[in-house]
C-alpha cells in the first residue's frame, strides 16, 4: 500500500489514536483524509474532511460511503471500552462493545470493500489490542469484542484479497489515550503506534503487534494457558 496520493478515511478521528492517524497520513502525503467521529465538529486536525459515523448507526455508515467514494485506505479505529465483565456486567452495555468493535467494523468494512475494489484494492486497517487474546477481569466484555474482531479481521482479509485488498491488524497494549484514562502501568506513545501501524502498511504486512506485551500475549497462545492466566492473575492483584 503506497500511502502517498492515498485517499484514506478514518473512524473515530476527533482524539487518541485516530487523531493520530489523520495527522501522519497526511504528514506522509495521503492526498486526501475524511476523519469521521459522531460529532465530527470534535475534530481538530487542519486539512482534513470531516464525516459523521457513528458505528450503531447504519445509516451514517452508508451516508459516508456514497459521500467518499474515492477512498483507498479504511482506518477502522473508533472503538469503546465500558469496564463491564461478561457475568455480572451490564447486558445493555456488553451489547455496545461488541455492536461497535465487531458489527461496527464489519459494517464498515462491507460498505467500504466494493469502493476499494473500484479504486484499485486499496486496504484496511482494523486496530485491535493484545486483548483479542486474552482476558483482563474488570474487562472481559472488551476481550471478547476484540477477539470478535480479529477473528473479524481475519475473515475479510481471506475474502478481500482476490480484489487485491490488504487487512491489516494492529494489536497494541496500553496505549496513553482516553480510553486508559486512570490506568497506572505503562503507556504507549499514541504516535508510536500509528507510526508502527502505517509502517507495516507499507510494507505489506498483514499484522503488526506494537509492544513487548502483546508478544508475550501473542506467544502465550501457543502453550499451557494455565501458566499465562497465573501471571495475569498476579497482575490483577
Known amino acids: 500500500m503506497n500511502i502517498e496520493g492515498s485517499v484514506a478515511l478514518v473512524t473515530g478521528a ?8 489523520a495527522e501522519q497520513l497526511l504528514e506522509r502525503g495521503a492526498a486526501k483524509v475524511y476523519a469521521t467521529a459522531r460529532k465530527p465538529e ?45 457475568i455480572r456486567g451490564e ?43 486474552f482476558s483482563w477481569n474488570g474487562a472481559t466484555s472488551y476481550s471478547a469484542a476484540k477477539a470478535a474482531e480479529w477473528g473479524l479481521t481475519n475473515g475479510t482479509r481471506v475474502e478481500l484479497t482476490e480484489q487485491g485488498t490488504q487487512v491489516l491488524g494492529v494489536h497494541l497494549g496500553a496505549a ?19 507510526r508502527a501501524a502505517l509502517d507495516g502498511l507499507a510494507a505489506g504486512s ?21 501458566a499465562f492466566y497465573a501471571q495475569v492473575a498476579a497482575m490483577n492483584t
Open 91 to 133: 447486558l445493555s452495555e456488553i451489547r455496545r462493545e461488541m455492536d461497535t468493535h465487531f458489527f461496527g467494523t464489519l459494517a464498515m468494512t462491507r460498505a467500504f470493500a466494493d469502493i476499494l475494489a473500484r479504486n484499485g484494492g486499496g486496504a484496511v486497517i482494523n486496530v485491535l489490542s493484545a486483548l483479542s487474546w
Open 42 to 86: 470534535s475534530i481538530t486536525t487542519p486539512g482534513i474532511e470531516f464525516l459523521t459515523v457513528d458505528l450503531l448507526d447504519q445509516a451514517t455508515i452508508d451516508a459516508a460511503a456514497a459521500a467518499a467514494g474515492d477512498v483507498t485506505l479504511l482506518i477502522n479505529n473508533a472503538g469503546v471500552s465500558t469496564g463491564e465483565n461478561l
Open 176 to 194: 496513553d489515550t482516553d480510553m486508559m484514562s486512570g490506568y497506572e502501568g505503562p503507556l504507549l506513545a499514541p504516535a508510536d503506534v500509528v
Open 14 to 21: 476527533n482524539r487518541g489514536l485516530g487523531r493520530h492517524f
Open 206 to 226: 498483514v499484522e503488526v503487534v506494537v509492544d513487548e506485551w502483546s508478544r508475550t500475549v501473542k506467544a502465550s497462545l501457543a502453550e499451557d494457558p494455565a
